[in-house]
């Protein structure tokens, strides 16, 4: 399927890869936004994600994409390049 496709999936609270990721066990997931107060973050987002640097009262963290990466860890804010976006290889995984 096509990248469009893929993000439809995502938003439905699907996995998905491109075919050939799959014998590495990668896979993009969705991460829906969430708020959270101040006092609940840790390291830098606790320095640097205030009430006085957003001007809200609790830190708003958006959705965003997420990879499954290779070697088991997760890359926060995935982005796709042209040739993902441009790829017809896109695929659902359980």
């Known amino acids: 399927m096509n990248f469009g496709k893929a993000l439809e999936a995502l938003k439905s609270g699907k996995?998905?890869?491109?075919?050939?990721?799959?014998?590495?066990?990668?896979?993009?997931y969705l991460t829906?936004?969430?708020v959270v107060?101040?006092?609940c973050l840790r390291g830098n987002a606790a320095k640097y994600?205030?009430?006085e640097t957003t001007?809200?009262?609790?830190a708003?963290?958006?959705?965003h994409i997420d990879m499954k990466a290779a070697d088991g860890s997760?890359?926060?804010?995935?982005?796709?390049s042209q040739t993902d976006m441009l790829a017809e290889d896109w695929e659902?995984?359980?």
């Not at 997760?74 to 796709?80: E, F, P, Q, S, T």
């Open 32 to 34: 829906q936004g969430i």
């Open 55 to 58: 001007g809200l009262p609790d």
């Open 37 to 39: 107060p101040f006092d």
């Open 60 to 63: 708003h963290i958006c959705s």
């Open 74 to 80: 997760i890359v926060v804010g995935w982005l796709a």
């Open 49 to 51: 994600i205030t009430n």
């Open 92 to 94: 659902v995984i359980n």
């Open 15 to 28: 996995k998905v890869c491109r075919k050939g990721w799959n014998g590495k066990e990668i896979f993009l």
